[in-house]
């Protein structure tokens, strides 16, 4: 069952969620984490771009890669490289994704590839709101993803349907936030580095 949260109060990861996600004791070891972006990729006004600046700025390892030809993109070249990130850390990362790197990591999850320890996906669209050329990313594939969350809006254009409907984990649900980009004045987010740095849940509204 999923569960959907319209944002209220914040609260930390539960217990069983935490065992669930691998989460590592704070001061076990540096924080690691790959920031993944959509299509078109996420430019210097994203804020995953802000993301990756912030955690960067503390002792954390940031893998924030140039996914291949973002504008036109073949899910099989981004799986090599989602491969060859994750091949790159000693350990699992916290995965944060936005648009399609959330119907990425879903196929790489189907496709048994290396674990995370927690990840967020941000306003995934459906094959109803996306160009043409990413009808390879779909169907999404089916799997059960104990520790995924889903953050996602009301009115996202490019998931009419509405990503709860479609992707797995307990859902935020930011009212009238569109695809949660610049567009939308995501910029600076910090209930996004909250939940990257602690596992600060429901994550609210910029």
Known sequence: MVRTQVIGQRSELTSSERATSGTVAAGMRR?????LHGYQGSGPGHWQTWLAGRLRSGDASVHYPDLPDADAPSLDSWLDALKGELDAFGEPPVV????????????????????????LLVAPPSPAGVPEMLAGFFPVPAVEAANVRLVCSDNDPYCPEGAPALYPGPADVLPGQGHINPDAGYGPWPAVEAWARDGTVPLTAR
């Open 31 to 35: 924080p690691s984490y790959l920031i």
């Open 96 to 119: 944060v994704c936005h648009s399609a790197a959330c119907v990425l990591w879903l196929h790489h999850v189907a496709a048994g590839g290396a674990p995370a320890e927690r990840v």
